[in-house]
């Protein structure tokens, strides 16, 4: 069965480092987003990516943050200077044109000391 | 804006209990409802979904019914069983348009005991 998968598993940075988190979407999909869980809280969406231009994003997706489709599989997520409140697990999801579900990576966890 | 609440946690339960997780949610149009779950440390799995006032949605001997007039969707299971044991997210999103962003409730942690 098709997945989303993630890489790194986990990530650990100095703070004001830039990141490169990474994101292979289900093949025949057309949407992708973003989200994050910080520890204990609830999930966040961050950012939605569809025909190579983002389709909306939330409060949290500041300039720091960027995504990217580079190639036809890869879709990435930069955080370019990164803060200590960046710590979070973060999921890539995907979804195929004309239907609801969005399927969701296993997640990088992003540890910033 | 949309939002989605989830009951209180954590939940625990012994094997074979009835579960209820209560979620009901506010939105501006007519949102497609899902129930979302996460097992200890790996991602989200779409559970069931719903995406239309009175859709029943199930899997894996989980259900939940979209109710517009109470603005809920409440999870069931009749009889739980150790492996349930996860984090259940329910969550909405409205349509199909190019954005559709989940939004997502607090989570709700079960625990079945043997």
């Known amino acids: 069965e098709p997945e989303v998968t993630q890489t790194p598993s986990h990530q650990v940075t100095q703070m004001g480092q830039e990141v490169i988190l990474r994101c292979v979407p289900i093949?025949?999909?057309?949407?992708f987003y973003w989200y994050r869980q910080i520890l204990g809280q609830k999930v966040e969406f961050l950012v939605s990516?569809?025909?190579?231009?983002?389709?909306?994003k939330s409060e949290i997706f500041d300039d720091q943050f960027s995504v990217e489709r580079p190639d036809g599989s890869n879709f990435t997520l930069k955080i370019r200077s990164t803060k200590l409140e960046d710590s979070a697990m973060y999921f890539c999801?995907?979804?195929?044109?004309?239907?609801?579900?969005?399927?969701f990576g296993p997640g990088t966890r992003l540890t910033v000391t | 804006g949309n939002s989605v609440t989830q009951m209180e946690g954590p939940v625990t339960l012994s094997e074979e209990a009835f579960l209820t997780i209560n979620c009901t949610y506010t939105?501006?149009?007519?949102?497609?409802l899902f129930w979302y779950v996460q097992y200890p440390g790996e991602g989200l799995q779409l559970l069931l979904k719903?995406?239309?006032?009175?859709d029943k949605g199930s899997n894996k001997g989980f259900e939940a019914t979209y109710r517009k007039e109470t603005t809920s969707f409440h999870l069931e299971k009749g009889s739980v069983q150790v492996s349930d044991s996860a984090v259940y997210f329910c969550?909405?999103?409205?349509?199909?348009?190019?954005?559709?962003?989940?939004?997502f409730g607090e989570g709700t942690q079960l625990t079945v005991n043997p």
């Open positions: 999801a995907s979804r195929a044109r004309s239907t609801y579900e969005q399927y």
């Open positions: 093949s025949n999909h057309l949407y």
């Open positions: 990516f569809y025909n190579n231009e983002i389709s909306e």
């Open positions: 939105a501006t149009g007519y949102p497609s």
């Open positions: 719903a995406t239309k006032a009175d």
């Open positions: 969550a909405l999103s409205e349509g199909l348009a190019s954005g559709s962003r989940l939004t």
